[in-house]
């Protein structure tokens, strides 16, 4: 909750609460993980973006870059990246059923389908991101 | 820094921002900084890369990916230093900090998808 909407709360007895207090359920520590693939799709928009600078200086600069990109720690954590970004992506379209109600001619579109055309819509982008970057090759 | 009226366009880059990096960071994570590195997939060759992002679609949508991923960031993790944290005295510094780097680097991904 936005802390500036509490301002005019009547001061009523809180009880105070631990730091941790995520960690005491496995779905407050999924809750907290999923927030926090938000600084993974942060990561990958840096590095995105710190790529697209080095296409743009020049071959020999753009293979250096792709031989730091190659160095086995790095990749390591990349891998952590990308099971972060599929937790963000599984748990987003997860939410979409939630946050879309659609109806067509006054029924509504059962949750199933609406998670389908997502999950389909995320296939599509994913064979379109491959024919891009590939096509060349 | 965090009235009503401005909490509706923050969600909403908060969202599309979430949208977009759902359908393409794991393509682009595997495709750009894992297949290649392993040996798994095909490295994207230099020129062929070069003439992509100078199409003027990819361009925007560089742009767009990269803004909206890091207004998605500012906005949830704002939100997880506030619950998980519990850091509600520092509300408008955490804002100023989490929104003003996502905007630092919308310009710099402006400039980028520019002149690159």
Partial sequence: MNPDYRLYHPKWHRRRIPIFWWLGKRSYIRFIARELTSVFVAYCAVLLLLQTWMLGRGEAAYARFSEWLASPPLVGFHLLTLLAVVFHTVTWLGLAPTALVISVRGRRVPSRAVLLAHYAAWAVASGVVAWALLGGS | ?116
């Fill in chain 2, 1 to 116: 820094m965090s009235r009503r009226s401005d909490e509706a366009g923050l969600w909403l880059s908060f969202s599309s921002g979430g949208m977009l990096a759902a359908l393409l960071f794991p393509a682009i994570a595997f495709l750009f900084w894992i297949g290649p590195a392993l040996g798994w997939t095909p490295s994207p060759a230099y020129d062929h890369l070069v003439g992509l992002v100078r199409h003027p679609l990819v361009r925007v949508l560089l742009f767009a990916l990269i803004s909206l991923s890091m207004f998605h960031w500012a906005h949830r993790f704002r939100y997880t230093l506030y619950d998980g944290l519990q850091l509600y005295h520092l509300n408008h510094l955490i804002a100023v900090v989490t929104y003003g780097l996502a905007t630092v680097l919308s310009l710099v991904a402006g400039f980028v998808v520019v002149t690159v």
